[in-house]
């Protein structure tokens, strides 16, 4: 009797152990790592650096998780092209440890986060993405949480309303947690002068003082931004 439960409870890890084996997808190229999105609750790991034709998008209300397994998602994009990856409405992507890089879209060079989406970065480095309109590296319409990541190096050039966004920009109403953030280096320049004042945000103000061509508009606080712990602003000067 002893053997046969012995057995049953072996069995019984075993299926467990295969069934969690058999949601995790491992990734090596842009082709397999489309594929693997479009399963609801993906388990995703890279194998190596991807490198994309166009943007990711994760949609149809879908929860993707990918861990990047410290390499890089690189669009590759050296004039207009599209983010690295969009976050449609009504889904949720959890990011870890790796680097998104090379975009150059609208809103977002990196990613773009549409209303009414989830997006959890930890251990995400964004460096070196443009946008034509707001946020360099990320634009937040949903609810963003930013744990031990970096904002490094990314540009915004406001064509709407000179609002900008370096590193990030929040919509109002919209939230951004960021736990042990490094924002540093981005830049915020702007299309046309103006004239007129911010309506709100005391973090706006030296940015607005610069007429709105310093990196300070990396948080731009149109909707709520929170740090804890340590949330690192350097770098901040007005664009030359």
């Known amino acids: 009797m002893k053997t046969i439960k012995l057995f049953t409870l072996l069995a ?11 949601t995790r997808t491992t990734v090596t190229n842009e082709n397999e ?19 994309t034709s166009s943007l990711l998008e994760i949609k149809n209300s879908r929860t993707i ?3 990047m397994n ?4 690189d669009r590759g ?9 969009v976050v449609r409405t009504g889904s949720t992507l959890n990011l870890s440890n790796g680097t998104l890089t090379g975009g150059w879209g609208g809103n977002g060079g990196a990613l773009d986060i549409e209303t009414g989406t989830t997006v959890n970065l930890t ?15 990320i634009s937040n319409s949903g609810t963003l949480t930013m744990t031990d990541c970096v904002l490094s190096d990314n540009t915004s050039r406001d064509n709407v309303e000179n609002i900008g966004g370096g590193g ?12 042990n953030v490094t924002i540093s280096g981005n830049e915020a320049t702007t ?50």
């Open 168 to 179: 990030l920009f929040n919509y109002a109403n919209c939230t951004a947690t960021l736990t």
């Open 33 to 51: 790592l489309r594929t693997a999105v479009q399963t609801n609750n993906a388990q995703i790991q890279f194998a190596n650096d991807i490198s």
């Open 191 to 240: 299309a046309k002068p103006t004239t007129s004042s911010p309506t709100s945000s005391p973090m706006m103000s030296s940015w607005w003082t610069a007429r709105q061509r310093c990196a300070m508009a990396t948080m731009n606080a149109h909707g709520t931004v929170k740090t804890r712990r340590s949330c690192i602003l350097y770098s901040i000067s007005p664009n030359r």
């Open 77 to 85: 994009c050296t004039s207009r092209g599209s983010q690295v990856i």
């Open 123 to 137: 251990d995400v480095i964004v460096t070196g993405n443009y946008a034509d309109d707001r946020g360099g590296g």
């Open 70 to 73: 410290g390499f890089t998602l």
């Open 65 to 67: 998780t990918i861990d």
């Open 12 to 22: 019984v890890l075993i299926c467990t152990t295969t069934s969690w084996a058999q």
